[in-house]
């Protein structure tokens, strides 16, 4: 019997980066200037001078291509460190709502999430792609302050940093895009006055700490 002949890896056309890039510019663009209920592929095709199958064949779902796009705008914050639980807090959530309410286009979360929510695998890879690494700064935030004793033992420190980080994600999700500064510091006090060992050692401590961060109110 004659040997077969080796069989050739199969081979295709290798994927251009440069059309990645510029099928995520260009959604970007489109949900900024139509939002999400009047984004379509085939704007983002034009676009980035492309078609709607090469962008497919990428993306296999829009969604994902949405979400891919959104994570090339979000920087993960970083967990601040001033020695001071209150500022750190102040500047975390300061920082959140920069990466979600200035970074992301407005309108666009929302419909998204419930775009995925019936879709197990899609919902958790935009929770583990733009959720968790946004609310990193914060949870860190809140485990180091109880690591300084400054949080009440037994509390659950998930729930505090949902209770945090909800007011930006409300934002986000329904409300408008400009979050104050001196909101920031206003919500971390009243969670605070329910959480803390003793409220006013930490805003001493605040207050003695120099203001190299945005936020320079006193309580």
């Given amino acids: 019997m004659a040997s077969r002949a080796p069989e050739r890896p199969a081979t295709g056309r290798p994927r251009d980066p440069a059309i990645d890039q510029a099928v995520l510019e260009a959604t970007l663009?489109?949900?900024?200037?139509?939002?999400?209920?009047?984004?379509?592929?085939?704007?983002v095709a034009t676009r980035a001078g492309t078609t709607k199958p090469s962008i497919l064949r990428r993306w296999p779902k829009r969604q994902r291509l949405i979400i891919c796009a959104l994570v090339t705008v979000l920087v993960t914050?970083?967990?601040?460190?001033?020695?001071?639980?209150?500022?750190?807090?102040?500047?975390?959530?300061?920082?959140?709502?920069?990466?979600l309410l200035r970074r992301v286009p407005?309108?666009?979360?929302?419909p998204l999430l419930a775009d995925c929510s019936a879709d197990p695998g899609l919902r958790q890879h935009l929770t583990s792609t733009l959720i968790q690494p946004?609310?990193?700064a914060v949870a860190a935030t809140v485990?180091?302050?109880f690591d300084r004793g400054h949080l009440r033992p037994g509390l659950n420190a998930?729930?505090?940093?949902?209770?945090?980080?909800?007011?930006?994600?409300?934002?986000?999700?329904?409300?408008?895009?400009?979050?104050?500064?001196?909101?920031?510091?206003?919500v971390v006090d009243v969670l605070l006055?329910?959480?803390?060992?003793?409220?006013?050692?930490?805003?001493?401590?605040s207050r003695a700490t120099p203001k190299s961060h945005r936020h320079c109110d006193d309580t």
Avoid: K, W
């Avoid at 663009?29 to 704007?43: C, I």
């Avoid at 460190?81 to 709502?97: F, K, M, P, Q, W």
């Avoid at 407005?106 to 929302?110: E, K």
């Fill in 77 to 99: 914050p970083p967990v601040p460190d001033t020695g001071c639980t209150r500022c750190d807090l102040i500047v975390s959530l300061e920082s959140l709502a920069d990466a």
């Fill in 29 to 43: 663009e489109v949900l900024r200037e139509n939002g999400y209920s009047r984004f379509s592929l085939e704007a």
């Fill in 134 to 136: 946004a609310r990193h």
């Fill in 158 to 186: 998930d729930l505090v940093v949902d209770m945090l980080a909800s007011v930006v994600f409300q934002g986000n999700m329904f409300g408008e895009a400009h979050f104050p500064v001196e909101l920031a510091g206003h």
């Fill in 193 to 205: 006055q329910g959480v803390a060992v003793d409220f006013d050692e930490l805003v001493a401590i």
């Fill in 143 to 145: 485990a180091r302050a």
């Fill in 106 to 110: 407005p309108g666009v979360l929302a």
